[in-house]
């Protein structure tokens, strides 16, 4: 009977833990737009217990503000870019308020701008005092410039 | 002074209701005003003085013509500071350059001019468009578009400013066009400190043709000087 509990015990802490490793972290969402006919785009790569981590296509030359939040906007965010020459990332100053928990209090926006460098795949790594997140970004090559059309002969 | 870029995206209403709106609705005050920064905290528009109708400051968002030079006014609108010291960066340089506080258009294509404080932290960025010259127009100062011979007599004079374009886009920048005239003796072209632009002075009865080129790209006007 003991032992049948504390399995019990141990199985709602083993979920608890996995919630609060996945699921209860930072949220990241995008704060500007690709210009026209090139991309940037984030999204969330979701998992069984909620938002693993995210992706983001980036073309070449583009760059994509991000904000990051939980329950309020996130404390001492810094991020670092695996590999420079593909993907930047630096820190963004957004001058805007966003509300913390329910008592009214606000705080400025965290937000990191990430830059399409060079084609290629790295990760952006996000740290903040309520946790980390992982960006995948892919950097797109611009399209090519299209071929003439022949309207007429 | 012409209009400052921001100025339409604000709402207008008490500072209080805007700033509430701004914490309940953040995703719509930043997506929602198309023009200026991406993040709508700093404009970049090109320096020319309040008065000349053919500068690009009319069209701050025009695409960059490759070879030439903007000359970019960059200010923000912070509540509560002034505009801080700012620097200009390129995502690509090879596309388009930051020289000397200039934006060098390089390369057809699109790069981002990150606008950072002198901490590296981004206060805005703008996407810049780089695009071949297909096309010059020449226009008076005032801005409006020579279409046919311009007839002057003796001392009188007439600027003519060149309009670059890619196709029905006009382009902006500054670019070190070359000016060329058939017959010389009825009017002398005469520098005027623009990079580009140039006074026709009229010295003497005659005809000539002037003709701007830029790269490999020309336009050219007739010119007819009376007594």
């Known amino acids: 009977m003991i032992g049948r509990t504390l399995h019990r015990f141990a199985a709602v802490a083993a979920v608890a833990s996995l919630v609060a490793l996945t699921g209860c972290l930072p949220t990241l969402a995008a704060e500007s737009i690709a210009p026209p006919g090139r991309a940037a785009r984030l999204d969330a790569v979701s998992g069984f217990w909620g938002v693993k981590s995210y992706r983001l296509e980036l073309s070449q030359g583009v760059a994509l503000a991000v904000s990051c939040t939980y329950g309020g906007p996130c404390e001492k965010l810094v991020a670092k870019s695996d590999d420079m020459a593909i993907a930047e990332v630096r820190a963004a100053s957004l001058q805007t308020l966003r509300p913390v928990g329910y008592m009214g209090n606000q705080q400025p926006t965290a937000a990191v701008v990430v830059v399409g460098k060079a084609p290629g795949t790295t990760t952006i790594r996000l740290h903040s005092n309520e946790g980390s997140r992982d960006i995948r970004v892919t950097v797109v090559p611009p399209p090519p410039p299209p071929a003439a059309v022949t309207v007429a002969r | 002074m012409a209009a400052r870029i921001g100025d339409e995206c604000k709402p207008v209403g008490g500072i209080a209701f805007v700033e509430h709106m701004r914490t309940l609705l953040p995703s719509i005050f930043l997506t929602g005003c198309g023009l200026g920064g991406a993040m709508h905290q700093a404009?970049?528009?090109?320096?020319?003085?309040?008065?000349?109708?053919?500068?690009?400051?009319?069209?701050?968002?025009?695409?960059?013509?490759?070879?030439?030079?903007?000359?970019?006014?960059?200010?923000?609108?912070?509540?509560?500071?002034?505009?801080?010291?700012?620097?200009?960066?390129?995502?690509?340089?090879?596309?388009?350059?930051?020289?000397?506080?200039?934006?060098?258009?390089?390369?057809?294509?699109?790069?981002?001019?990150?606008?950072?404080?002198?901490?590296?932290?981004?206060?805005?960025?703008?996407?810049?468009?780089?695009?071949?010259?297909?096309?010059?127009?020449?226009?008076?100062?005032?801005?409006?578009?020579?279409?046919?011979?311009?007839?002057?007599?003796?001392?009188?004079?007439?600027?003519?400013?060149?309009?670059?374009?890619?196709?029905?886009?006009?382009?902006?920048?500054?670019?070190?066009?070359?000016?060329?005239?058939?017959?010389?003796?009825?009017?002398?072209?005469?520098?005027?400190?623009?990079?580009?632009?140039?006074?026709?002075?009229?010295?003497?009865?005659?005809?000539?043709?002037?003709?701007?080129?830029?790269?490999?790209?020309?336009?050219a006007v007739d010119v007819e000087v009376v007594q």
């Open chain 2, 43 to 219: 404009t970049l528009v090109g320096q020319c003085s309040a008065d000349d109708a053919a500068c690009s400051r009319r069209h701050p968002q025009a695409p960059i013509a490759i070879g030439t030079h903007f000359y970019p006014d960059v200010s923000t609108e912070l509540a509560g500071t002034t505009t801080p010291n700012l620097r200009l960066e390129s995502a690509v340089p090879d596309v388009v350059a930051v020289e000397d506080g200039a934006l060098v258009a390089h390369k057809a294509g699109a790069s981002a001019v990150l606008i950072s404080t002198d901490d590296g932290s981004i206060v805005d960025f703008v996407h810049v468009w780089v695009a071949p010259v297909t096309k010059i127009t020449l226009a008076r100062r005032d801005g409006e578009r020579i279409t046919s011979a311009i007839a002057l007599t003796v001392g009188e004079d007439v600027t003519l400013v060149p309009a670059l374009w890619n196709g029905a886009q006009r382009l902006s920048g500054d670019g070190e066009a070359q000016w060329t005239e058939t017959v010389t003796g009825p009017v002398a072209i005469l520098r005027d400190g623009s990079a580009d632009r140039r006074r026709l002075r009229a010295r003497a009865p005659g005809k000539t043709t002037i003709t701007v080129a830029l790269g490999e790209i020309k336009a």
